[in-house]
Each structure stands twice: as structure tokens, then as C-alpha cells.
């Protein structure tokens, strides 16, 4: 007899979907028992670790990956980075085990009582198969939503009882498109408004990068001769910052990034949202008498757009198409870089700690020389959320694929992301290093992303600048003017040995000098290493 396992097995196969990252649970022993050897279980020790693992994976692949996790609670678990997962459009197929059909009526121990709903917002589609003959056809559904533009994960929830059911037949499968190309009519239009710009501005966003488009980005930019913006907060890096038309980050606040378009007439934003805010500044969205032109994948981020004129495609589609159409312009002055900015890895030599800070370097001297001692290839992962500014002014980032963080804000991405982009690496053949760079308050959220990190002797190198608090949260706390706010402060944690109990090899580093060695030690070890850094505990601005 061919069951619903068999078959199931073989569809994934044919789909290339042989990597499950996962933290099994009762309900899902049935469909991982007797496992085949042509697939590979990625252990994380909690859901959201899973999830995110999955998540830096599929990004640095640009392939979508199978998630197993432990009915309602495992997806109730996962929910804190599937939020991340969903706002980075990443395609990823999560399921769960279910209790066995016969109890689903009496609510048993562990059953997922409305399997369509639990996952919701955070997935394109969920469902839970009417039959077990439609596991199979389930799977090859969920493979193909999660692959159409806008792409994302999907849930399904798969009863135990279901594996050792009769097949109905082989699974079909089929390909779809994972790209949608513009409109000719309207992208003319649009052309027509950028070339009889007097002033333009390019504004790009993270759907670049994950399309492998910064070769189109550069080539638009310069035909119109515009200064290029990384929209908000983007979680990924869309255009060379090395660039002469590279201006900058756009500030995440209304009024203030309405500011920083000033005498532009013609705003054209590809593959970011229109726009990403987070502390409520009062403002125009854009300067009176400015237009905007919006193109993303996304229909619902088009419709929630609040000025401007949307179309819908593929970024670089579009970037490639409108190049055709626009003429070339006479190229206005290279953008001034901001004084504070450095070529990549200038010598930090001869820029001591401050002495006005008891000996701790300040966030922007950590980063200074963690630019200068890491590798000219090297991958980063960033949630360390107080110092973002410091990271940004101090590295720059010149290569494609080099930068991830996550779209949501949430914490506890990044650390586990980082994890699985070190073994995409590996799997590529590419084996860039990889560095975390997480702050001691963002590390609580997803430690356990370490374990799987040491099971498979990746050398994931974590950097996590120890400033005793949140410093985001206090920031935040004195831009919105609220004094006494409780639980902000973090005394007494110790990274270096949590590390240590998940496998990793964890050290102190206080000094530029005892940075730059551990560096250089973590590099050659097989297997990961947490650096932690104390650094001066100073209040960023929030902008």
C-alpha cells in the first residue's frame, strides 16, 4: 500500500524541499518516523529559534524551506519571528501536527482547536486538509502560495492519524510563476513622469536585494542621475552604499523623512513600502508639490500606501523596464557622503576608547573595529536595535547579500537567522563568515539558536555589545517624554556563559585590543563563539 507519507515524501522531493528545519513534538512522530536518508532535520530547541533558523536560510538560498513544529503550542511559540518571516516575504511552508481525527471533537491534550486561525496574520494561507487522501495536494498548494508574489510562509495543520492512510494516487505537481512582470501602459506612464522630472529622488527597498537586483538599481540610478535612499529600516541593503548617488537611510519618522525630500519633485520608491515609520513625528508624508511613484509586488502594501500612484511588479522588472525607457540625464553632483562616514574598513588604529566613559568603548568605537578586523566578505546579522546608527555609520556595506535584519522589529530574529545564513553558506559552497551582532536585552529572546549552531560546528561568530539595558526602549522613553518607566535596566546577565551552555564558546572582550584577538581566534575555531563586549551604556537618539 502507498500512503499519504509516501506520497508525500516523494512530492517534497520533487520540490526540492529535503531540509526540515524543526522541534518535533508528539504529534509530529508519525510523519517523521522512519525518516529517509536523502533528507536532513535541522534541530532548533524552540519554535521561534525554528522558524528563523528557516527563515536566513531560505533568504541566502533564494529557495523556499519546509518548517516542522508541535501543534498549537510550537506555532503559538513561532508566531514572535513568523511576524519577521511574513514582513521579509519569505517563502516558507510551516506545519504541525494535529491530534488523531477521532478526538478532534472532544478537544483532547494538545489539540489546536481552530488550526485556520492560530497562525493568522502572519501567513498567506492556512488550512487543515479535510481528508488524509489531500495531505499530499495540501502541501503542493501551501508550495505554490508561498511562492507567488507577494512570496511568504503558509500553515498547514496535519492530524497524526493521517501518515499510515491509503493514498488516493500520485500528488501532481506543478510550477508556478515567482515573479510578476509590470504593466506596459502604466510603466510607460511612469516613465514619462520620472524623465520630465526636474529633480528626482530614487528611494529602494529590501524586494531589490532579495531579487539579486543591484546591478538594475545601479543602472537606473545612474541613467536619471538621482540620488538613491535605502527606505526606512530596511531589513536588507538595496543598493551599493559606496555608491557617489548613495544619500543615506531614510529616518522611520513622518515629518522628518518628509524633511529629507525636500526639493524633489518626483519620488520614485521600488520594493519598499511607502513608508516603514515607528515613533509618530508630525509631518507631510511627502513635500507639498512632490509626486510619488510606488512599485512593489505587493497589492496590499500598494492599497495601504497613504499618497502616491502604485504599481504592481516584480522591483527589478520594473527597474529594468523603466532603464529602457527613460532617457539619460545629465548626472547632478555625487551626493556628499555625511563627514562621519568611513571608507570600508579604514584603520580604527588611531581612535582610542574615550576616557569619559570608565574605559568602555562606546558602540560606534566596537563597530569601528569590528570593521576593520573582520574579513572584506563578511555577512551581518543585525538586532542589536540601540546602536543601529553607530553600525551603519561605521560599515559599510559594498557587496550584495552582506546585511540582514529583520522587516518587523520584533525581537528574536536575527540570532537564529543568522544561524541558518551560516549554513546556507556552507551548503552553497560559498563559506562567507558570518557575523551576529546582538544586543545583551535581544539575545534573551532566541539563545537557544546557539545549540543548533554547535551541533553542526558552524563558525558563527556573535557579537553582543553589553550595554546592561534596553537601550532602545530608553531612547524610545525619552523621545515620547515618559519618565519612570520600570524594567529597563538589565543587571547581572552574563552572555558569555549562556553561550557556553548551549555549546558555544563564549568570552569577554572589554578592550579594542581583546576585541580584535578574540576576533581573530573565533575565525579559526570549528564551531560558534559568543564575543561579549561592555560597552558604555549612553542613551542614543531615537532618530
Known sequence: ???????????????????????????????????????????????????????????????????????????????GTLDSSFQNKTPLIITAGQQTREMLLLEPWLVNPDPEVIAKPWVKWAYQPARAEDVPAAFMRAYAVAMQPPQGPVFLSLPLDDWDKEAAGRASVRSVATRVGPDPGRLAEFAAVLSAAENPVLIYGSDIARADGWEDAVSLAERVGAPVWAAPSSERVPFPEDHPLYAGGLPFAQGLLSEKLRGHDVVLVVGAPVFRYYPWVPGDYIPAGSRLLHITDDPAESGRAPVGDSLISDAVFALRALADLVPVRQSRAAVERQEHRLAPHASAEARPADPDNDGRLTPRQLFRVLSVAAPADTVIVQESPSNIADLHSEWMFTEPDSYFAMASGALGWDLPAAVGIALAERDLGRNRPVMAVIGDGSLQFSPQALYTAAQHALPLVVIVPNNREYGILKAFAKFQDNPGVPGLDLPGLKPHLVAEGYGAKGVVASTAAEVRTELAKAWDRNGPTMIEVPIDPAIPPLI
Open 1 to 79: 500500500m502507498i500512503t499519504v507519507r509516501d506520497t508525500t515524501f516523494e512530492l517534497l522531493r520533487e520540490l526540492g524541499l529535503t531540509t526540515i528545519f524543526g522541534n518535533p513534538g508528539s504529534t509530529e512522530e508519525t510523519f517523521l518516523e522512519d525518516f529517509p536518508d536523502d533528507f536532513r532535520y535541522v534541530l532548533g530547541l524552540h519554535e521561534a529559534s525554528v522558524v528563523a533558523a528557516a527563515d536566513g536560510y531560505a533568504q541566502v538560498t533564494r529557495k523556499p524551506v519546509l518548517v516542522n513544529v508541535h501543534t498549537a503550542a510550537g506555532v503559538s511559540n513561532a508566531v
